[in-house]
């Protein structure tokens, strides 16, 4: 019995593994307009919409802990 649920999870493992690399295609999600073999145009997609948009966090330590620090960092980063 345990083999058979150790074999159904390196199985499911695999698959997700597979998936995991077939989405991280390097040539998907790039603005190029020709194709790097020169063969085809392909459509440039148009640049999407950005909206201004507000996080808010809070939490409950002071401005010497670590957590507010990250925080301060988020803000500036983003």
């Known amino acids: 019995m345990y083999r ?31 194709r790097e073999s020169g063969a085809r145009e392909v459509p440039v997609p148009a640049e999407p919409k950005i909206e201004a948009r507000a996080i808010r966090a809070g939490i409950g330590l002071d401005e010497r802990s670590s957590q507010y620090k990250g925080l301060l960092k988020f803000k500036e980063l983003v």
């Open 4 to 34: 058979m649920f150790r074999m159904a999870g390196m199985a499911l493992a695999s698959l997700l593994a597979a998936g995991f690399i077939a989405a991280c295609d390097s040539r998907t999600g790039t603005r190029a307009s020709v």
